[in-house]
């Protein structure tokens, strides 16, 4: 299952052992990043998380997607920030969903 900024302050319920992914643009060109701020540890694993440029056009929007697994139940939260590291003055956005985790 994929998840994308229409699930901000939603809850998502995968079962033990499904993978998910969360994909949100990001424009990296202008020095604008996602970070992850939590990331449902324990109750979930990071597998991979990558940025992938916009295919087709030079510079603007691309995609940052990381793909988890979920390993054990419980409830769990994943927040992840948008912004430019070099300002201090906190996230440009951000984006959270709450992760339960169904036997």
Same mark, same amino acid.
């Given at each position: 299952?994929?998840?994308? +900024?229409?699930?901000?302050?939603?809850?998502? &319920?995968?079962?033990?052992?499904?993978?998910?992914? %969360?994909?949100?643009?990001?424009?990296?060109?202008?020095?604008?990043?996602?970070?992850?701020? +939590?990331?449902?540890? $324990?109750?979930?694993?990071?597998? +991979?998380?990558? &940025?992938? $440029?916009?295919? =087709?056009?030079? @510079? =603007? #929007? =691309?995609?940052? %997607?990381?793909?988890? !697994?979920?390993? *054990? &139940? @419980?409830?769990? !939260? %994943?927040?992840?920030?948008? =912004?430019? #590291?070099?300002? *201090?003055?906190? $996230?440009? +956005?951000?984006?959270?969903?709450?992760?339960? %985790?169904?036997?």
């Amino acid at each position: 299952m994929q998840y994308d +900024q229409h699930f901000d302050g939603k809850i998502i &319920s995968p079962r033990i052992g499904e993978e998910f992914r %969360i994909a949100l643009p990001e424009t990296r060109t202008a020095g604008y990043r996602w970070t992850t701020v +939590q990331n449902a540890a $324990p109750r979930c694993e990071l597998l +991979q998380e990558q &940025s992938a $440029p916009n295919t =087709g056009t030079a @510079g =603007g #929007s =691309g995609i940052h %997607i990381w793909r988890f !697994k979920a390993v *054990s &139940s @419980g409830t769990g !939260k %994943i927040e992840l920030h948008y =912004g430019r #590291s070099w300002k *201090s003055a906190g $996230p440009e +956005q951000t984006f959270t969903v709450e992760v339960q %985790i169904r036997p």
